[in-house]
């Protein structure tokens, strides 16, 4: 059981690329979403998943897409790399039962570079 | 849209005292309530989650308190330690069956030795 894996770990593009962080889950969870972490800004949602086929927008989805084709993967697009875009993107799974909400268990980080 | 505020930002107490960082939430239909420490360069991890039908939860040195007409609910740490030392964050469930999870912008606590 491997939990929430991200990978890469660490990135740098170029103003303009494109790229996709890639997120899978092994604990058959329905919700997943990404997240971005600023200094000083906390954890803000870009977007999420209720399950397979269902995507919605989080506080900050400009310039990312997303598609979850399978209950296990979550992938993050970015369609035209910015400076601002540099950041950590943390992506979570969670349980529910009922709309009751779990806590989610988060991936280990993709640390993301934009020059 | 949905709202969780934070504070303070940043804590310092000695080693044994007791730590308390408040939030407040904007969503009356909110029903969970994580928190979450993150030590630096490292992943979230929840540590005590509270329901909104619950007013208090312990869970040995850590206690949250939720408030649910003031909208407000807190983190209590007695006893702290060094090793507690980190970023802790809020977090609200938003009302309905989302489960969309939107954070404080964190506390820094520094335990001085």
């Known amino acids: 059981n491997a939990g929430v894996t991200q990978t890469p770990k660490f990135q740098v593009l170029k103003t303009g690329q494109s790229m996709t962080l890639q997120c899978a889950q092994d604990?058959?969870?329905?919700?997943m979403s990404w997240y971005r972490q600023d200094p000083g800004m906390g954890l803000r949602l870009i977007h999420y998943s209720v399950g397979a086929g269902i995507t919605d927008q989080g506080e900050v989805p400009n310039g990312y897409n997303v598609s979850r084709s399978t209950t296990e993967d979550f992938p993050l697009r970015l369609l035209s790399a910015a400076p601002s875009q540099t950041s950590v993107y943390f992506c979570a799974s969670s349980r529910s039962t009922g709309g009751s909400g779990y806590g989610y268990t988060f991936g280990s980080g993709t640390r993301l570079t934009v020059v | 849209g949905e709202n969780v505020e934070q504070h303070p930002s940043t804590l310092s107490v000695q080693e044994g005292d007791s730590a308390v960082i408040k939030c407040t939430y904007s969503?009356?239909?909110?029903?969970?309530f994580p928190w979450y420490k993150q030590e630096l360069g490292k992943r979230p991890q929840l540590i005590i989650d509270i329901r909104s039908n619950v007013g208090e939860k312990k869970d040995q040195r850590i206690a949250v308190t939720l408030n649910k007409t003031a909208k407000h609910f807190s983190l209590h740490i007695t006893e702290t330690q060094p090793e507690d030392s980190a970023v802790y964050f809020c977090?609200?469930?938003?009302?309905?069956?989302?489960?969309?999870?939107?954070f404080g912008t964190g506390t820094l606590l520094a335990v001085q030795p």
């Open positions: 977090a609200a469930i938003t009302g309905g069956a989302t489960n969309k999870l939107i």
């Open positions: 969503d009356s239909a909110s029903n969970y």
């Open positions: 604990m058959n969870h329905e919700y």
